[in-house]
């Protein structure tokens, strides 16, 4: 039986798809931080991405792929953040009603950007559940479609597009590294950049505090998610039958990173390389700092996943 | 008689002499910043310049400007901060000893940097005249080179290689604009700017609490900065003989910016550029958001002046 997943062809459907609409964001580098690892990073910078992190890509490419009848009758979705942003503003842009369901408990930062982009909200309690019953009424409204923020063929083929150009302008790297939260973005890199080069090696970054990914790997089955605890706000969520099975298909390594190190971590790009990252894209690069074995001297190519934080709640100390 | 002024030229000469050792640093815009002024805003990132400032520029131009023997018993400046680490950090990248003297209220992130390039800091009480004394005891001392921040006719070319880089990306712009304090950056835009084409109009944003430019112009006499009170560091000093004589010939208007308008011009730029800018940065734009006029569908070449913040003091609020 063949089973349809997706490839590194889809990932380039997609980026013909996007790429008229997308930023195609900057490759930056650090001298002090690469001497202090002693490797040479390559950071992707999808703070600078539309709606201010890397999910523009999957929800412009899932938007694309709708007909005009569902366009008409609008996008919807759940997502304490990003997702929801990303789809917002990919939906003001083509002229699209959207429908997006946020936990209370999101960040002020991200609930005003939806707002912006003109999207009705709908609150409601922060778990999967609420989540989920919340998004059924809400679809059964208004009949839009749900546009899920990874457990979707197109979304994942859109995350990958950032791998796609980090590898078209850093072709020789020796590892690529995202964070892994639910999965989508993982799964496009993993998917992207195993299909230029099976040499590459592809690591991930997960907070210690929510490490079901880390487990699923370790176990070979699919963990979910239970009470997780992390300031990266993107990562808490759990990984989905389709993100797993690309992520067991192509990852090599989730490596942990604990609290201090993703502050560590975020405060390093942040004085360094003078550059807004959220907690989520730290945790790669504090993964490495807490686990220092494995890279040294090597090419690493790092996705920045975002750059949307609230300036009044900084982790930040004298 | 024929004045000696620096002259586009120079400014050429600066950055055909500095080039391989500086970055040329991206030009950014924000489509939402350019609808909320409705002007389309060119953004100079010398927050990215080596040593996070522009001074860099003017710092190295001065040492490539030195004999060997001079070199070799080093160099000196005092400054408060962002000149003290370009010139910490242009001496160690050509092997030459470097002797600052700080005034003991500079910010920590810019002690630190200093520090971290290897110079050796003298701290001083934070007046103009403790640091000339202190300085001329270090000169006596060590036998060094004393390197203005800005009453040199080479710093003031090596710091308009800013503008120089801006206009040759985006050579139509209708205005040019930087942030003022001794004037050194201001004077070396208005030079380049001026000389590259007298059509373009050349304006500063300068702290209400440090107005010491705009009263100089408004007198045509040079009137020291007294008690001078601004969160933006770098603005501090007056201008000198020579750099009032650059910008009463070059500047066309200085606008004034209140703290509240530099904070809200900061918090604009990190929140939707995702970049790190001092509050000095932060003044030119935040003159323009004070002072809505003259400029509406105007072109704007803005020079973001440099990034050193400590991120544990931050003025932002909920």
């Not at 999957?58 to 009848?69: C, E, F, I, P, V």
């Not at 609008?74 to 842009?93: F, I, M």
């Not at 939806?114 to 019953?133: F, H, K, M, W």
Request: hydrophobic share 40%; net charge negative; proline share 5%.
């Amino acid at each position: 039986m063949t089973v349809n997943r997706p490839t590194i062809d889809h990932v380039r459907g997609a980026h013909a798809r996007i790429r008229k609409y997308i930023h195609q964001t900057p490759v930056m580098s650090s001298e002090l931080i690469n001497r202090e690892l002693d490797a040479s990073l390559f950071f992707k910078c999808e703070n600078f991405q539309k709606a201010g992190a890397f999910k523009f890509r999957g929800a412009s490419n899932a938007l694309l792929n709708l007909s005009s009848d569902e366009l008409a009758r609008g996008v919807g979705t759940h997502s304490s953040g990003n997702h929801a942003g990303a789809l917002a503003k990919a939906a003001a842009l083509l002229n699209v009603p959207a429908f997006i369901v946020m936990p209370d408990n999101s960040r002020a930062v991200k609930k005003k950007a939806v707002a912006n982009y003109g999207a009705s909200i709908t609150y409601c309690e922060p778990t999967l559940q609420a989540r989920e019953d919340t998004m059924e009424r809400v679809q059964h409204e208004t009949g839009c479609t749900f546009i899920h923020p990874y457990d979707r063929f197109d979304i994942i083929a859109g995350q990958g597009t950032a791998a796609l150009e980090l590898l078209s302008e850093v072709p020789d790297l020796d590892i690529v590294m995202a964070p892994v939260g639910g999965g989508g973005l993982l799964s496009g890199t993993a998917i992207y950049t195993k299909g230029f080069s099976q040499s590459i090696q592809v690591w991930a970054g997960e907070p210690t505090g929510a490490c079901d990914a880390w487990e699923s790997m370790k176990t070979g089955q699919l963990v979910p998610s239970v009470n997780p605890q992390t300031m990266a706000d993107g990562l808490l969520t759990s990984l989905s039958d389709m993100t797993f099975q690309a992520i067991s298909d192509h990852v090599d390594k989730i490596l942990l990173c604990d609290e201090d190190n993703i502050v560590k971590a975020m405060q390093l790009i942040w004085e360094r390389m003078k550059i807004i990252i959220e907690p989520s894209s730290a945790v790669p690069l504090g993964a490495l700092m807490q686990n220092p074995a494995g890279y040294k001297s090597k090419k690493i190519g790092i996705i920045l996943s975002g750059g949307n934080v609230d300036l009044a709640e900084l982790p930040f100390t004298p």
